[in-house]
């Protein structure tokens, strides 16, 4: 009896060696190319909600719908903006928009980003104000 027990003990141990290996070789390693999201409700978003004038004469504005917050430069296309805190946001193309003062100023980082075909250098920055 004590010879079959011993012999099921070292059949489970080494069964559970046999996955450990087994488990090594199927890991799969994940990696998330967007930021951590902020959730912002649209009330947050009102402050923000204006035209700015850019230092080089442009200008861009900031509107929401439906919890869904967008800037657009002059008259060009309506981007959507991601909120990561309560006064940045990110593009999917990567430009940083950063509101200060109360949503009087506002700081972008890779402008060249947000304007498709733009002859900018890479990390272009601007600010605006109202």
Same mark, same amino acid.
């Given at each position: 009896m004590k010879t079959i027990l011993?012999?099921?003990? %070292?059949?489970? %141990?080494l069964s559970s060696l046999m996955t450990v290996a087994h488990a090594e070789d199927v890991?799969?390693?994940?990696?998330?190319?967007?930021?951590?999201?902020y959730h912002l409700l649209e009330e947050d978003f009102y402050n923000f909600k204006s035209?700015?004038?850019?230092?080089?004469?442009?200008?861009?504005s900031f509107t929401s719908r439906m919890n869904h917050?967008?800037?657009?430069?002059?008259?060009g296309k309506r981007i959507r903006i991601y909120p990561i805190s309560r006064?940045?946001?990110l593009t999917e193309s990567g430009a940083r928009i950063e509101f200060r003062d109360q949503g009087e100023t506002v700081?972008?980082?890779?402008f060249e980003k947000?304007?498709?075909d733009s002859?900018?250098?890479a990390n272009t920055s601007m600010t605006a104000r109202r």
């Open positions: 011993a012999g099921i003990a %070292a059949s489970l %141990a890991s799969v390693q994940i990696t998330s190319k967007s930021p951590q999201r035209v700015y004038g850019l230092e080089n004469g442009q200008r861009i917050f967008y800037t657009q430069l002059d008259d006064t940045a946001f700081g972008i980082a890779n947000l304007v498709p002859q900018l250098a």
